[in-house]
Protein backbone atom coordinates (compact mmCIF):
# COMPACT_ATOMS: atom_id res chain seq x y z
CA UNK A 1 0.00 0.00 0.00
CA UNK A 2 1.15 3.65 -0.78
CA UNK A 3 2.35 5.39 2.36
CA UNK A 4 -0.83 8.04 3.04
CA UNK A 5 0.31 10.89 5.11
CA UNK A 6 -1.80 11.87 8.35
CA UNK A 7 -3.11 15.53 7.98
CA UNK A 8 -3.53 17.82 11.18
CA UNK A 9 -7.74 17.45 11.92
CA UNK A 10 -9.31 20.37 13.78
CA UNK A 11 -10.29 19.33 17.41
CA UNK A 12 -14.30 18.90 16.50
CA UNK A 13 -15.02 16.16 17.89
CA UNK A 14 -14.58 18.48 21.28
CA UNK A 15 -17.19 19.37 23.81
CA UNK A 16 -17.42 23.15 24.32
CA UNK A 17 -16.25 25.02 27.36
CA UNK A 18 -19.42 24.19 28.55
CA UNK A 19 -18.93 20.65 28.67
CA UNK A 20 -21.75 19.54 26.16
CA UNK A 21 -21.45 18.77 22.50
CA UNK A 22 -19.57 21.30 19.65
CA UNK A 23 -23.09 21.85 18.17
CA UNK A 24 -24.88 20.87 15.22
CA UNK A 25 -23.92 18.32 12.38
CA UNK A 26 -20.49 18.00 10.21
CA UNK A 27 -19.33 21.62 8.98
CA UNK A 28 -19.87 21.58 4.90
CA UNK A 29 -16.40 23.67 5.16
CA UNK A 30 -14.76 21.61 7.80
CA UNK A 31 -13.37 17.75 7.32
CA UNK A 32 -15.86 14.91 8.70
CA UNK A 33 -15.43 14.40 12.55
CA UNK A 34 -15.55 11.15 13.66
CA UNK A 35 -15.66 9.81 17.29
CA UNK A 36 -14.05 6.44 18.18
CA UNK A 37 -15.55 4.89 21.48
CA UNK A 38 -12.44 3.09 23.14
CA UNK A 39 -8.85 3.04 22.74
CA UNK A 40 -7.67 0.00 22.91
CA UNK A 41 -5.56 -1.36 19.52
CA UNK A 42 -8.72 -1.53 17.26
CA UNK A 43 -10.12 2.01 18.66
CA UNK A 44 -6.39 3.35 17.69
CA UNK A 45 -6.13 1.95 14.54
CA UNK A 46 -9.77 2.96 13.64
CA UNK A 47 -8.88 6.22 14.05
CA UNK A 48 -5.37 6.50 12.22
CA UNK A 49 -7.90 4.99 9.52
CA UNK A 50 -9.92 7.34 9.44
CA UNK A 51 -8.05 10.35 10.37
CA UNK A 52 -5.63 9.08 7.31
CA UNK A 53 -8.69 9.39 5.51
CA UNK A 54 -9.00 13.12 6.47
CA UNK A 55 -11.18 12.87 9.02
CA UNK A 56 -10.79 14.85 12.61
CA UNK A 57 -10.93 12.60 14.92
CA UNK A 58 -11.62 12.15 18.66
CA UNK A 59 -10.67 8.81 20.47
CA UNK A 60 -12.57 8.20 24.43
CA UNK A 61 -10.89 5.61 26.15
CA UNK A 62 -12.67 5.27 29.81
CA UNK A 63 -9.23 3.75 31.66
CA UNK A 64 -6.58 5.99 32.12
CA UNK A 65 -4.29 4.97 29.36
CA UNK A 66 -4.71 4.30 25.64
CA UNK A 67 -4.16 0.90 24.25
CA UNK A 68 -6.12 -2.09 26.09
CA UNK A 69 -4.87 -5.13 25.99
CA UNK A 70 -1.80 -4.09 24.64
CA UNK A 71 0.51 -1.78 27.34
CA UNK A 72 3.62 -1.74 29.14
CA UNK A 73 4.69 -2.08 33.03
CA UNK A 74 8.27 -1.60 34.41
CA UNK A 75 9.37 -4.54 37.11
CA UNK A 76 12.69 -4.47 38.56
CA UNK A 77 13.53 -1.24 36.08
CA UNK A 78 12.33 -3.49 33.11
CA UNK A 79 9.91 -2.62 30.76
CA UNK A 80 7.65 -5.65 29.68
CA UNK A 81 4.44 -6.07 28.19
CA UNK A 82 1.67 -6.04 30.48
CA UNK A 83 -0.98 -8.07 28.29
CA UNK A 84 -0.20 -9.29 24.63
CA UNK A 85 3.85 -9.99 23.70
CA UNK A 86 3.43 -11.55 20.52
CA UNK A 87 1.49 -11.44 17.21
CA UNK A 88 0.32 -14.70 14.83
CA UNK A 89 2.00 -14.54 11.68
CA UNK A 90 -0.53 -16.85 10.04
CA UNK A 91 -1.54 -13.22 8.23
CA UNK A 92 0.90 -10.20 6.82
CA UNK A 93 -1.55 -7.73 8.81
CA UNK A 94 0.27 -6.84 12.29
CA UNK A 95 4.08 -6.76 9.97
CA UNK A 96 2.56 -4.55 7.79
CA UNK A 97 0.68 -2.35 9.90
CA UNK A 98 4.13 -2.30 11.86
CA UNK A 99 6.12 -1.03 8.58
CA UNK A 100 3.93 1.38 8.08
CA UNK A 101 4.84 2.41 11.60
CA UNK A 102 8.23 2.56 10.95
CA UNK A 103 8.74 -0.20 13.34
CA UNK A 104 9.41 -2.85 10.82
CA UNK A 105 13.34 -3.72 11.52
CA UNK A 106 12.34 -3.89 15.03
CA UNK A 107 10.45 -7.03 14.49
CA UNK A 108 11.57 -10.11 16.41
CA UNK A 109 10.99 -14.08 15.86
CA UNK A 110 10.97 -15.99 19.16
CA UNK A 111 13.92 -18.42 20.48
CA UNK A 112 13.58 -21.83 18.32
CA UNK A 113 13.43 -23.56 21.58
CA UNK A 114 9.55 -23.56 21.77
CA UNK A 115 7.07 -24.19 24.63
CA UNK A 116 6.41 -27.27 26.50
CA UNK A 117 3.18 -28.86 27.55
CA UNK A 118 2.59 -29.99 31.63
CA UNK A 119 0.71 -32.90 31.60
CA UNK A 120 -1.21 -34.44 34.60
CA UNK A 121 0.95 -37.00 36.84
CA UNK A 122 2.55 -37.54 39.93
CA UNK A 123 6.29 -37.12 38.63
CA UNK A 124 5.64 -33.81 36.81
CA UNK A 125 9.09 -33.69 35.00
CA UNK A 126 8.03 -36.74 33.36
CA UNK A 127 4.60 -35.79 32.43
CA UNK A 128 6.28 -32.62 30.74
CA UNK A 129 6.73 -32.62 27.00
CA UNK A 130 8.24 -30.21 24.28
CA UNK A 131 4.75 -29.04 22.77
CA UNK A 132 3.87 -31.06 19.48
CA UNK A 133 4.35 -29.55 16.37
CA UNK A 134 2.85 -29.16 12.98
CA UNK A 135 -1.53 -28.51 14.72
CA UNK A 136 -3.45 -26.30 14.90
CA UNK A 137 -4.87 -24.95 18.58
CA UNK A 138 -3.56 -28.19 19.92
CA UNK A 139 -5.28 -30.57 16.89
CA UNK A 140 -2.36 -32.84 15.96
CA UNK A 141 -1.56 -33.28 12.41
CA UNK A 142 -0.80 -36.77 12.58
CA UNK A 143 -2.05 -38.85 15.69
CA UNK A 144 0.50 -41.51 15.36
CA UNK A 145 3.23 -39.02 15.29
CA UNK A 146 5.56 -40.40 18.74
CA UNK A 147 5.13 -37.34 20.29
CA UNK A 148 1.11 -37.94 20.30
CA UNK A 149 1.94 -41.28 21.50
CA UNK A 150 3.95 -40.47 24.13
CA UNK A 151 1.32 -37.12 25.30
CA UNK A 152 -1.53 -39.76 25.11
CA UNK A 153 -0.61 -42.90 24.79
CA UNK A 154 -0.31 -46.14 22.35
CA UNK A 155 -4.13 -47.01 22.48
CA UNK A 156 -5.60 -43.57 22.56
CA UNK A 157 -3.06 -42.56 20.04
CA UNK A 158 -5.16 -45.16 18.12
CA UNK A 159 -8.46 -44.55 18.91
CA UNK A 160 -7.33 -40.72 17.89
CA UNK A 161 -6.15 -41.95 14.32
CA UNK A 162 -9.70 -43.28 13.73
CA UNK A 163 -10.36 -39.88 12.93
CA UNK A 164 -8.83 -40.78 9.20
CA UNK A 165 -12.10 -43.37 8.82
CA UNK A 166 -14.69 -42.22 9.90
CA UNK A 167 -17.53 -40.35 7.91
CA UNK A 168 -16.28 -36.07 7.91
CA UNK A 169 -20.33 -35.56 6.53
CA UNK A 170 -22.22 -34.31 9.66
CA UNK A 171 -19.56 -32.43 11.70
CA UNK A 172 -18.63 -30.40 8.26
CA UNK A 173 -21.85 -29.25 8.14
CA UNK A 174 -22.99 -28.47 11.30
CA UNK A 175 -22.38 -24.77 12.70
CA UNK A 176 -22.66 -24.06 16.14
CA UNK A 177 -20.86 -26.98 17.28
CA UNK A 178 -18.31 -26.80 20.41
CA UNK A 179 -14.66 -27.16 19.50
CA UNK A 180 -14.56 -30.00 22.44
CA UNK A 181 -17.61 -31.21 20.64
CA UNK A 182 -15.71 -31.80 17.11
CA UNK A 183 -12.50 -33.03 18.51
CA UNK A 184 -14.11 -35.89 21.08
CA UNK A 185 -16.37 -36.70 18.36
CA UNK A 186 -12.96 -36.92 15.61
CA UNK A 187 -10.02 -37.82 17.91
CA UNK A 188 -11.63 -39.14 21.59
CA UNK A 189 -11.15 -36.92 24.88
CA UNK A 190 -7.36 -37.81 25.53
CA UNK A 191 -6.43 -35.49 22.86
CA UNK A 192 -9.05 -33.01 23.79
CA UNK A 193 -8.04 -32.77 27.55
CA UNK A 194 -4.43 -33.23 27.21
CA UNK A 195 -3.48 -31.39 23.71
CA UNK A 196 -6.10 -29.06 23.01
CA UNK A 197 -7.88 -27.70 25.58
CA UNK A 198 -4.29 -26.13 27.60
CA UNK A 199 -3.75 -24.43 24.09
CA UNK A 200 -7.36 -22.99 23.77
CA UNK A 201 -7.01 -22.46 27.57
CA UNK A 202 -3.71 -20.15 27.24
CA UNK A 203 -5.47 -18.00 24.81
CA UNK A 204 -9.23 -17.92 25.31
CA UNK A 205 -9.18 -18.75 29.30
CA UNK A 206 -12.19 -21.26 28.14
CA UNK A 207 -13.16 -25.03 28.10
CA UNK A 208 -12.96 -25.90 24.54
CA UNK A 209 -16.42 -27.38 25.43
CA UNK A 210 -17.81 -23.92 25.25
CA UNK A 211 -16.32 -22.19 22.57
CA UNK A 212 -17.32 -22.03 19.04
CA UNK A 213 -14.98 -23.78 16.42
CA UNK A 214 -16.01 -21.47 14.06
CA UNK A 215 -14.97 -18.73 15.90
CA UNK A 216 -11.62 -20.16 17.22
CA UNK A 217 -10.66 -22.08 14.14
CA UNK A 218 -12.51 -20.32 11.40
CA UNK A 219 -12.50 -22.37 8.10
CA UNK A 220 -11.62 -26.15 10.43
CA UNK A 221 -15.03 -27.51 9.65
CA UNK A 222 -14.99 -26.58 6.25
CA UNK A 223 -11.61 -28.06 5.67
CA UNK A 224 -12.80 -31.00 7.68
CA UNK A 225 -15.20 -31.71 4.66
CA UNK A 226 -12.78 -31.17 1.78
CA UNK A 227 -10.42 -33.09 3.61
CA UNK A 228 -11.84 -36.13 4.74
CA UNK A 229 -10.47 -36.34 8.42
CA UNK A 230 -9.64 -34.06 11.24
CA UNK A 231 -6.08 -34.45 11.05
CA UNK A 232 -5.76 -33.54 7.32
CA UNK A 233 -7.69 -30.25 8.50
CA UNK A 234 -5.67 -29.14 11.05
CA UNK A 235 -2.47 -30.36 8.47
CA UNK A 236 -4.20 -28.42 5.64
CA UNK A 237 -4.87 -25.39 7.65
CA UNK A 238 -1.39 -24.89 9.13
CA UNK A 239 0.36 -25.63 5.62
CA UNK A 240 -1.74 -22.50 4.52
CA UNK A 241 0.15 -20.12 7.26
CA UNK A 242 3.76 -18.52 6.22
CA UNK A 243 6.38 -21.36 7.28
CA UNK A 244 8.62 -20.99 10.68
CA UNK A 245 7.55 -19.43 13.89
CA UNK A 246 3.64 -18.70 13.85
CA UNK A 247 4.48 -15.94 16.55
CA UNK A 248 6.75 -12.69 16.46
CA UNK A 249 6.84 -9.53 18.49
CA UNK A 250 8.90 -6.44 18.59
CA UNK A 251 12.04 -5.61 20.22
CA UNK A 252 10.89 -4.04 23.39
CA UNK A 253 7.51 -5.22 23.86
CA UNK A 254 4.07 -4.84 21.95
CA UNK A 255 3.36 -1.96 24.19
CA UNK A 256 5.24 -0.21 21.43
CA UNK A 257 2.77 -0.61 19.18
CA UNK A 258 0.14 1.47 21.21
CA UNK A 259 2.40 3.96 21.46
CA UNK A 260 3.36 4.38 18.06
CA UNK A 261 -0.38 4.52 17.26
CA UNK A 262 -0.98 7.13 19.87
CA UNK A 263 1.58 9.35 18.72
CA UNK A 264 0.90 9.03 14.88
CA UNK A 265 -2.60 10.12 16.27
CA UNK A 266 -1.44 13.03 18.17
CA UNK A 267 0.73 14.56 16.04
CA UNK A 268 -1.77 14.80 13.59
CA UNK A 269 -3.80 17.03 16.22
CA UNK A 270 -6.57 13.98 16.52
CA UNK A 271 -8.08 14.64 20.08
CA UNK A 272 -6.90 11.86 22.76
CA UNK A 273 -8.96 11.55 25.67
CA UNK A 274 -9.03 8.88 28.93
CA UNK A 275 -11.30 8.91 31.79
CA UNK A 276 -14.46 9.07 29.31
CA UNK A 277 -16.75 6.09 29.77
CA UNK A 278 -18.94 6.60 27.08
CA UNK A 279 -22.83 5.99 27.92
CA UNK A 280 -24.95 7.00 25.45
CA UNK A 281 -24.98 6.77 21.38
CA UNK A 282 -27.74 9.22 19.96
CA UNK A 283 -28.34 9.62 15.99
CA UNK A 284 -29.66 13.06 15.88
CA UNK A 285 -30.69 14.38 12.39
CA UNK A 286 -27.86 15.61 10.98
CA UNK A 287 -25.23 13.91 13.36
CA UNK A 288 -24.34 11.26 16.12
CA UNK A 289 -24.15 12.25 19.67
CA UNK A 290 -22.07 10.24 22.01
CA UNK A 291 -21.99 10.70 25.55
CA UNK A 292 -20.59 10.27 28.68
CA UNK A 293 -21.37 11.60 32.07
CA UNK A 294 -23.41 14.91 31.10
CA UNK A 295 -20.65 15.44 28.43
CA UNK A 296 -21.13 15.28 25.01
CA UNK A 297 -19.40 14.89 21.45
CA UNK A 298 -20.83 15.42 17.78
CA UNK A 299 -19.98 13.41 15.08
CA UNK A 300 -20.60 12.45 11.26
CA UNK A 301 -19.40 9.12 11.90
CA UNK A 302 -18.87 6.96 15.05
CA UNK A 303 -16.47 4.10 15.93
CA UNK A 304 -17.20 1.60 18.58
CA UNK A 305 -14.08 0.09 19.57
CA UNK A 306 -15.51 -1.92 23.25
CA UNK A 307 -15.57 -5.18 24.59
CA UNK A 308 -18.55 -6.54 23.72
CA UNK A 309 -21.22 -5.99 26.51
CA UNK A 310 -20.44 -2.15 26.60
CA UNK A 311 -21.28 -1.99 22.40
CA UNK A 312 -24.53 -4.21 22.63
CA UNK A 313 -25.13 -1.56 25.75
CA UNK A 314 -24.53 1.31 23.71
CA UNK A 315 -26.37 -0.31 20.51
CA UNK A 316 -29.68 -1.70 22.06
CA UNK A 317 -31.41 1.95 22.30
CA UNK A 318 -30.56 3.19 19.35
CA UNK A 319 -33.27 3.86 16.79
CA UNK A 320 -33.36 2.89 13.63
CA UNK A 321 -30.54 -0.10 14.38
CA UNK A 322 -32.79 -3.14 12.80
CA UNK A 323 -33.41 -5.35 16.36
CA UNK A 324 -30.37 -7.05 17.90
CA UNK A 325 -31.37 -10.96 18.52
CA UNK A 326 -32.21 -11.34 22.12
CA UNK A 327 -28.49 -13.22 22.82
CA UNK A 328 -26.78 -10.65 21.25
CA UNK A 329 -24.85 -9.62 23.99
CA UNK A 330 -21.77 -11.87 24.69
CA UNK A 331 -20.89 -12.46 28.22
CA UNK A 332 -18.50 -10.94 29.84
CA UNK A 333 -14.95 -12.50 29.09
CA UNK A 334 -13.16 -14.42 31.98
CA UNK A 335 -10.92 -12.82 34.68
CA UNK A 336 -7.31 -13.38 34.30
CA UNK A 337 -4.28 -11.97 36.04
CA UNK A 338 -0.52 -12.34 35.07
CA UNK A 339 1.82 -12.24 37.48
CA UNK A 340 5.72 -10.97 36.44
CA UNK A 341 8.48 -12.32 38.22
CA UNK A 342 11.60 -10.80 38.01
CA UNK A 343 14.70 -13.11 39.27
CA UNK A 344 18.72 -13.59 39.92
CA UNK A 345 18.29 -17.32 39.11
CA UNK A 346 21.48 -18.61 36.89
CA UNK A 347 19.78 -21.97 37.24
CA UNK A 348 17.11 -20.51 34.41
CA UNK A 349 19.92 -19.79 31.73
CA UNK A 350 19.77 -23.43 31.10
CA UNK A 351 16.13 -22.40 29.87
CA UNK A 352 14.91 -26.62 31.34
CA UNK A 353 11.29 -26.08 29.74
CA UNK A 354 11.95 -23.73 26.28
CA UNK A 355 10.29 -20.71 25.98
CA UNK A 356 7.33 -21.62 28.51
CA UNK A 357 4.72 -23.67 29.35
CA UNK A 358 1.07 -24.42 28.73
CA UNK A 359 -0.59 -26.82 31.43
CA UNK A 360 -3.31 -28.93 30.93
CA UNK A 361 -6.01 -28.54 33.27
CA UNK A 362 -6.33 -32.12 35.26
CA UNK A 363 -2.49 -31.12 36.72
CA UNK A 364 -3.22 -31.05 40.10
CA UNK A 365 -0.04 -29.60 41.96
CA UNK A 366 -0.21 -26.39 39.99
CA UNK A 367 -2.61 -23.60 39.85
CA UNK A 368 -1.28 -21.58 36.59
CA UNK A 369 -2.71 -22.34 33.20
CA UNK A 370 0.21 -21.32 31.41
CA UNK A 371 3.94 -19.98 32.25
CA UNK A 372 6.49 -17.72 29.67
CA UNK A 373 10.19 -17.74 30.34
CA UNK A 374 10.37 -14.33 28.88
CA UNK A 375 13.71 -13.98 28.77
CA UNK A 376 14.29 -17.48 26.82
CA UNK A 377 11.59 -16.38 24.27
CA UNK A 378 13.04 -13.08 23.47
CA UNK A 379 16.64 -12.36 23.27
CA UNK A 380 16.21 -8.46 23.37
CA UNK A 381 14.92 -9.28 26.56
CA UNK A 382 17.79 -11.34 27.85
CA UNK A 383 20.13 -8.90 26.95
CA UNK A 384 18.39 -6.21 28.82
CA UNK A 385 17.66 -8.52 31.65
CA UNK A 386 21.61 -9.37 31.58
CA UNK A 387 23.25 -12.44 32.37
CA UNK A 388 21.59 -14.80 35.30
CA UNK A 389 18.53 -12.50 35.03
CA UNK A 390 15.46 -13.87 34.21
CA UNK A 391 11.55 -12.78 33.20
CA UNK A 392 8.82 -15.32 34.33
CA UNK A 393 5.25 -14.28 33.46
CA UNK A 394 2.64 -16.72 34.83
CA UNK A 395 -0.79 -16.62 33.81
CA UNK A 396 -3.65 -17.15 35.99
CA UNK A 397 -7.46 -18.02 34.98
CA UNK A 398 -8.15 -21.71 34.11
CA UNK A 399 -10.20 -22.97 31.81
CA UNK A 400 -14.19 -23.29 32.92
CA UNK A 401 -15.90 -25.86 31.68
CA UNK A 402 -19.73 -25.47 30.78
CA UNK A 403 -20.87 -26.54 34.07
CA UNK A 404 -18.83 -24.24 36.13
CA UNK A 405 -19.08 -21.09 34.29
CA UNK A 406 -21.51 -19.38 36.75
CA UNK A 407 -19.02 -20.59 39.63
CA UNK A 408 -15.67 -19.18 40.82
CA UNK A 409 -14.36 -22.22 39.92
CA UNK A 410 -11.10 -20.73 39.07
CA UNK A 411 -10.68 -19.10 42.54
CA UNK A 412 -6.56 -18.30 41.80
CA UNK A 413 -7.32 -15.51 39.47
CA UNK A 414 -8.64 -13.91 42.24
CA UNK A 415 -6.51 -14.60 44.96
CA UNK A 416 -4.75 -11.29 46.66
CA UNK A 417 -1.63 -9.96 45.10
CA UNK A 418 0.48 -11.18 47.98
CA UNK A 419 -1.14 -14.81 47.78
CA UNK A 420 -0.86 -15.07 44.05
CA UNK A 421 2.93 -14.38 44.36
CA UNK A 422 3.57 -16.99 46.91
CA UNK A 423 1.52 -19.30 44.49
CA UNK A 424 3.79 -18.04 41.27
CA UNK A 425 6.74 -19.25 42.92
CA UNK A 426 5.42 -22.47 43.84
CA UNK A 427 3.85 -22.88 40.85
CA UNK A 428 7.27 -22.00 39.09
CA UNK A 429 9.28 -24.10 41.12
CA UNK A 430 7.06 -26.99 39.76
CA UNK A 431 6.80 -26.13 36.67
CA UNK A 432 10.54 -25.45 35.53
CA UNK A 433 12.11 -28.16 38.27
CA UNK A 434 14.30 -25.30 39.72
CA UNK A 435 13.97 -24.07 43.26
CA UNK A 436 12.37 -20.51 42.79
CA UNK A 437 11.99 -18.54 46.01
CA UNK A 438 11.21 -14.89 47.55
CA UNK A 439 14.95 -14.35 47.90
CA UNK A 440 15.72 -14.95 43.98
CA UNK A 441 12.81 -11.93 43.37
CA UNK A 442 14.42 -8.64 42.55
CA UNK A 443 10.72 -7.54 41.41
CA UNK A 444 7.42 -8.69 40.54
CA UNK A 445 3.67 -7.26 39.74
CA UNK A 446 0.36 -8.58 39.42
CA UNK A 447 -1.43 -7.24 36.53
CA UNK A 448 -5.29 -8.03 36.49
CA UNK A 449 -7.69 -8.11 33.17
CA UNK A 450 -11.13 -8.20 33.66
CA UNK A 451 -13.18 -9.11 30.77
CA UNK A 452 -10.37 -8.54 27.99
CA UNK A 453 -10.58 -11.82 26.64
CA UNK A 454 -13.84 -11.83 24.82
CA UNK A 455 -16.07 -14.63 25.02
CA UNK A 456 -16.53 -17.00 21.98
CA UNK A 457 -19.34 -19.47 23.43
CA UNK A 458 -21.04 -21.41 20.76
CA UNK A 459 -23.18 -19.51 18.73
CA UNK A 460 -20.56 -16.87 18.77
CA UNK A 461 -20.48 -16.67 14.72
CA UNK A 462 -23.95 -15.96 14.19
CA UNK A 463 -24.11 -13.03 17.10
CA UNK A 464 -21.15 -11.29 15.29
CA UNK A 465 -23.33 -12.05 11.87
CA UNK A 466 -26.39 -10.47 13.58
CA UNK A 467 -24.58 -7.02 14.77
CA UNK A 468 -22.71 -6.53 12.06
CA UNK A 469 -25.92 -6.70 9.80
CA UNK A 470 -28.04 -4.44 12.04
CA UNK A 471 -24.82 -2.04 12.17
CA UNK A 472 -24.22 -2.35 8.66
CA UNK A 473 -28.01 -0.87 8.08
CA UNK A 474 -27.13 2.69 9.94
CA UNK A 475 -24.96 4.98 8.24
CA UNK A 476 -21.92 6.28 9.62
CA UNK A 477 -21.64 3.92 12.42
CA UNK A 478 -19.07 1.02 12.72
CA UNK A 479 -18.03 -1.37 15.38
CA UNK A 480 -14.83 -3.21 15.54
CA UNK A 481 -12.89 -4.92 18.47
CA UNK A 482 -11.96 -8.38 19.20
CA UNK A 483 -15.31 -9.53 20.38
CA UNK A 484 -16.80 -9.41 16.68
CA UNK A 485 -12.86 -10.01 14.99
CA UNK A 486 -11.66 -12.99 17.05
CA UNK A 487 -8.84 -12.79 19.69
CA UNK A 488 -5.43 -11.28 18.95
CA UNK A 489 -3.79 -8.91 17.46
CA UNK A 490 -3.58 -10.73 13.56
CA UNK A 491 -7.22 -10.78 13.32
CA UNK A 492 -8.25 -7.56 15.15
CA UNK A 493 -5.70 -5.60 12.65
CA UNK A 494 -7.03 -6.83 9.78
CA UNK A 495 -10.64 -6.84 10.71
CA UNK A 496 -10.45 -2.91 11.90
CA UNK A 497 -8.47 -1.65 8.96
CA UNK A 498 -10.94 -3.59 6.60
CA UNK A 499 -14.06 -1.70 8.50
CA UNK A 500 -12.74 1.53 8.56
CA UNK A 501 -12.06 1.69 5.42
CA UNK A 502 -15.70 0.48 4.42
CA UNK A 503 -16.75 3.40 6.77
CA UNK A 504 -14.73 6.08 4.81
CA UNK A 505 -16.06 5.09 1.37
CA UNK A 506 -19.46 5.04 3.10
CA UNK A 507 -18.36 8.52 3.64
CA UNK A 508 -17.18 9.17 0.65
CA UNK A 509 -14.12 10.38 1.41
CA UNK A 510 -11.98 7.60 -0.64
C1 LIG B 1 -3.58 -10.76 29.10
C2 LIG B 1 -3.73 -10.79 27.61
C3 LIG B 1 -2.71 -11.30 26.82
C4 LIG B 1 -2.85 -11.32 25.44
N1 LIG B 1 -1.83 -11.81 24.67
C5 LIG B 1 -1.91 -11.73 23.34
C6 LIG B 1 -0.80 -12.06 22.53
O1 LIG B 1 0.28 -12.40 23.03
N2 LIG B 1 -0.95 -11.99 21.17
C7 LIG B 1 -2.10 -11.55 20.59
O2 LIG B 1 -2.18 -11.47 19.36
N3 LIG B 1 -3.16 -11.19 21.35
C8 LIG B 1 -3.08 -11.27 22.69
N4 LIG B 1 -4.15 -10.87 23.45
C9 LIG B 1 -5.36 -10.43 22.79
C10 LIG B 1 -5.22 -9.03 22.19
O3 LIG B 1 -4.48 -8.23 23.06
C11 LIG B 1 -6.61 -8.46 21.99
O4 LIG B 1 -7.36 -9.31 21.14
C12 LIG B 1 -6.61 -7.05 21.38
O5 LIG B 1 -5.62 -6.23 21.96
C13 LIG B 1 -8.00 -6.48 21.59
O6 LIG B 1 -8.02 -5.12 21.24
P1 LIG B 1 -9.39 -4.32 21.31
O7 LIG B 1 -9.06 -2.91 20.99
O8 LIG B 1 -10.41 -5.00 20.47
O9 LIG B 1 -9.90 -4.46 22.82
P2 LIG B 1 -9.30 -3.89 24.17
O10 LIG B 1 -7.82 -3.94 24.17
O11 LIG B 1 -10.03 -4.62 25.25
O12 LIG B 1 -9.73 -2.37 24.17
C14 LIG B 1 -11.04 -1.94 24.41
C15 LIG B 1 -10.94 -0.57 25.06
O13 LIG B 1 -12.25 -0.02 25.19
C16 LIG B 1 -12.30 0.70 26.41
N5 LIG B 1 -13.69 0.88 26.81
C17 LIG B 1 -14.58 -0.06 27.23
N6 LIG B 1 -15.77 0.50 27.50
C18 LIG B 1 -15.65 1.81 27.22
C19 LIG B 1 -16.56 2.92 27.27
N7 LIG B 1 -17.83 2.77 27.67
N8 LIG B 1 -16.11 4.16 26.91
C20 LIG B 1 -14.82 4.33 26.49
N9 LIG B 1 -13.93 3.31 26.42
C21 LIG B 1 -14.34 2.07 26.77
C22 LIG B 1 -11.49 -0.17 27.36
O14 LIG B 1 -11.07 0.56 28.50
C23 LIG B 1 -10.35 -0.63 26.47
O15 LIG B 1 -9.23 0.22 26.54
C24 LIG B 1 -4.04 -10.84 24.84
C25 LIG B 1 -5.05 -10.32 25.64
C26 LIG B 1 -4.90 -10.27 27.01
C27 LIG B 1 -6.00 -9.67 27.85
Given at each position: ?????????R???????????????????????????????????????????????????A?????????????????L??????F?????????????????????????????????????????????????????????????????????????????????????????????????????????????????????????????????????????????????????????????????S??????????????????????????????????????????????????????????????????????????????????????V????????Q???????R???????????????????????????????????????????????G???????A????????????????????????????????????????????????V???????????????????E????W???T?????T?????????????????
Open positions: MAPRSLRPGDGGAPDAAGTAATGGADPAGPRRAVVVGGGISGLLAARELALGGLAVTVLEGTRFGGSVGTHRVAGLDDSGAESATRSPAVAALLEELGLAADIVQPAAAGAWLQLPGEDLAAAAQPMPAGGIVGIPADPSAPEIVRAIGRDLAARAALDRVLPAGAAARRPGMSLGELVRTRMGEQVLRRLVSPVVSGVYSADPDVLDVDSVAPGLREALGREGSLAAAAASLRSAAPAGSTVALRGGMGRLSRALEDQLRSAGAVLETGIRVDSLVRTEQSWEVGAEGRRWSADAVVLATDGPTAVDLLSPLPGLPALPDDARPAPGPGALVTLVLDPALDAAPGTGMLVAREVEQVAAKALTHATAKWQWLADEAGPGTHVLRLSYGRALPDDLASSDRAAFLPDDELFAQALADASALLQVPVGADDVVGWDVVRWTGALPSAAGHKARVAAVRDAVGAVPGLVVGALAGGLAAVADTRRRAAGLLAQLGTI
